[in-house]
């Protein structure tokens, strides 16, 4: 399970390129979690309930393996940890998430 939720100053976004409706979420409501097991097909049916189509999603240093090897198998969804993140990665992807951790991760590398 990897459980995203939004943090920061205000609020923290799931950013979608080129949309008119951002996802948003509420960081003192909005909490949901990505659900694998390992297995391909149930997170699939997650990514396309959520209208994904490329998407980057950014996690802590450490990454749930049976979620990365679910995700490995959706084309158009790559997983990395935060120390991976870079511009290119992120601008070549319409849906960008990055988990509570991927974000304190981040905050801290950038310190």
Same mark, same amino acid.
């Not at 049916?45 to 950014?58: E, F, H, N, P, V």
């Given at each position: 399970t990897i459980d995203l939720t939004s943090q920061g100053a205000g609020d923290a976004h799931t950013l979608t390129k080129g949309s008119d409706d951002p996802i948003t979420f509420d960081p003192d409501k909005d909490v949901f979690a990505l659900d694998s097991d390992g297995k391909t097909a149930a997170l699939a049916k997650q990514i396309s309930s959520l209208g994904w189509k490329r998407a980057l999603i950014i996690d802590g240093a450490e990454l749930n393996e049976g979620f990365v090897k679910a995700a490995a198998n959706i084309d158009g969804l790559d997983v990395?940890?935060?120390?991976?993140?870079?511009?290119?990665?992120?601008?070549?992807?319409? $849906?960008?998430?990055? $988990?509570?951790?991927?974000?304190?991760?981040?905050?801290?590398?950038?310190?």
């Amino acid at each position: 399970t990897i459980d995203l939720t939004s943090q920061g100053a205000g609020d923290a976004h799931t950013l979608t390129k080129g949309s008119d409706d951002p996802i948003t979420f509420d960081p003192d409501k909005d909490v949901f979690a990505l659900d694998s097991d390992g297995k391909t097909a149930a997170l699939a049916k997650q990514i396309s309930s959520l209208g994904w189509k490329r998407a980057l999603i950014i996690d802590g240093a450490e990454l749930n393996e049976g979620f990365v090897k679910a995700a490995a198998n959706i084309d158009g969804l790559d997983v990395l940890p935060s120390i991976g993140a870079n511009v290119y990665d992120i601008l070549k992807r319409d $849906t960008l998430v990055i $988990t509570k951790a991927g974000v304190e991760a981040l905050e801290a590398r950038l310190k």
